[in-house]
């Protein structure tokens, strides 16, 4: 797996430099491969597009997954040009991919500005103790709402 | 704020409800609000989208900056029908959300069978002990790309 990981390695870090010199964002890159073939591409778009989810990770997934029509990616793996923030980490783990290969670190990624690591330490924290103000509102309609869905019987589960 | 919070969390509760009957994905629903108004609303479509990333307040959040277009939504509050996963709470943290309000809680979300605790229980590891398998490959690639950042005279921090 070595050189085709440094392969598609370098690949997400061309698309991030192609895409940064471009303005499209911060210095990120992505792609996600299955069975040695690229599925999805990402670079970070969140100043041009004004989407602050759209980091390449997830805009890696999201074309993936519209490439092959499935919302699951089992069975691939991202590469990614820096560590992944908890946003595209957590849908890693919802895209079902099998694998991350990572260039720079979070660490360095904090170093040059980005706020990993702060939104690393708030979400690990319990709620309460958050920056972020949180309000728990219960209401019997939600509570409702999930018993529906339990009972749909073509519900699909993901 | 008690009744227009009580406003707001219901209609993020009735989007969740009429996607749902809709096949559009999961029973969630999210809004934006900012000064008194509605800039964004959003339902799960994962499994009809085939995005993985298609979680409400994903979608409510990239409608919220595309209509007021602009990457940060600071000033505004977020309604989620229910406790927002890793995913979109590092997505509220990016989009400088001011306050979050929710009605039911990730325990229930587990309970009806969405990975919502695991993924909390993940990102909180160190990436050497998930169960994701994780390769760190330094690049000089990318560490470049990184200073090529820091000494670009018109980057947009975020």
Redesign the interface.
Known sequence: MGDS??FH??RA??L??EH?LL?H???FGAVVVRDGTVIGEGWNE??S??????HAE?MA??RA??A??????AGATIYA???P?????????????????????AA??T???F?DA???R???KP?GERR????????D???A??D???R?P?R???
Request: glycine share 6%.
């Open positions: 990981d440094t390695l370098l870090v061309a991030a430099r940064l303005g964002g911060g210095p969140v100043t597009a004004n989407d602050p989810s759209a997830i997934i999201r997954a519209g092959i029509g499935a919302f699951s990616l040009s820096s560590e923030c908890p946003m595209c980490l957590a849908a890693i783990y919802w895209a079902r991919l099998d694998r991350l290969v990572f260039a720079a670190t360095q990624a170093a040059i500005g706020d702060m939104i690393y708030e979400i690990a709620a972020l103000a949180c309000t728990h509102l219960p209401l309609e939600a509570e709402l999930f529906e869905w339990l749909k073509d699909i589960p993901y």
